[in-house]
């Protein structure tokens, strides 16, 4: 048993703290909402009052926070946990946050003698609450190792990219090409509809066929095709809309550093902009297909022009 302290507590953090008490782990956690505390601890976790208070005694101590600002106010300063944990305390940060960001909070901690890695997840809100996640780390080979028991608790996969910040320039990536075969696998379903396919139908189709990828087989967009999936409770649970866009920026970022082209992912942003500003930010990002069906069947209406 490790006693572990868990930062955040959101969609993603709550049943990754609670997959971590169920193996037997000791774990004192904490968040801002009191919603996600009474889960929390109805989960098998001790919640804290504070997170000053939940790094209390903790041999590890795990992060999922929404934003790179929000990390370093959690980590930095002289009120930060770095400031307060003993020396050689392993530190896991979940949060998808720049990898510069990544960087300098992990050298903060080890000016200061702690362990740090970065571990952004894959998989989604389903595979936080079975436990399956893939966690895409950068660190460390001996830190990253030490973490193994902890991360095996709450994924089935742990994948090392290279060293601090490697995690996040992978998980960005990953997303982003997730943005683009989503929006790939919207854009084709209400294509097929508007011509009398059946989506279901269709969705076999591709399946079988050169087309076929995650989000057709996992999380297919479209209501009522996959009965497990965001699409057919109304797109609720999930990745929201909001965070998608925030990733997509990030590779942008990371992208306009290098130099680099990535001209598929700034179009996923921009439809994801437009996705957001009509008020769809806090739904799931597979929510997307509303708007691409919408656009077709605008597209298909009388009167509009289609010999261009």
């Keep these: 048993m490790t006693r572990i302290a868990f930062i955040g507590l959101g ?6 703290a609670a997959n971590l008490a169920q193996a037997g782990h000791d774990v004192q956690a904490f968040d801002l909402s009191e919603t996600a505390c009474a889960a929390a601890r109805d989960a098998g976790c001790r919640v804290a009052d ?5 790094v209390e005694a903790a041999e590890v101590v795990v992060s999922m926070l929404p934003s790179g600002a929000i990390v370093e106010s959690v980590y930095l300063g002289d009120d930060g946990l770095l400031a307060r944990l003993p020396e050689n305390t392993l530190i896991i ?15 903060a901690a080890t000016h200061r003698g702690l362990r740090m890695i970065d571990a952004p997840v894959s998989g989604g809100v389903a595979a936080a609450a079975a436990g399956t996640l893939t966690f895409i780390c950068g660190g460390s080979e001996a830190d ?6 902890v ?12 060293d601090s910040g490697a995690g996040q320039i992978a998980k960005i990536c990953n997303n982003m090409l997730l943005a683009v075969h989503m929006i790939g696998t919207a ?5 097929g509809e508007t011509h009398g396919v059946d989506p279901s139908v269709l969705s076999e189709i591709m399946l079988a066929s050169s087309g076929r990828n995650w989000s057709l087989e996992v999380y297919n967009p479209w209501p009522g095709v996959m009965e497990n999936a965001p699409a057919s409770k109304g797109y609720q649970g999930g990745f929201m809309v909001d965070l ?8 942008l970022d990371a992208a306009q550093h290098e130099g680099a082209s990535t001209p598929m992912g700034a179009l996923a942003r921009s439809l994801y902009a437009l996705h957001r500003q009509a008020g769809h930010g806090r739904l799931d990002f597979s929510s997307i297909q509303s708007l691409l069906r919408a656009q077709t069947d605008a597209d298909q209406s009388p009167g509009v022009d289609h010999s261009t």
Aim: aromatic letters at 0%.
């Design 144 to 149: 990253i190792d030490a973490a193994r028991p």
């Design 244 to 251: 998608m866009h925030k990733d997509l920026g990030l590779a």
């Design 11 to 16: 969609n993603m953090g709550g049943p990754m």
């Design 151 to 162: 991360l095996g608790a709450m994924g089935k996969n742990v994948l090392r990219a290279g």
């Design 50 to 54: 504070s997170t000053a208070q939940a």
């Design 187 to 191: 854009e084709a379903l209400a294509l």
């Design 93 to 107: 940060d979940s949060s998808t946050i720049a990898a510069d960001t990544a960087r300098r909070v992990a050298q």
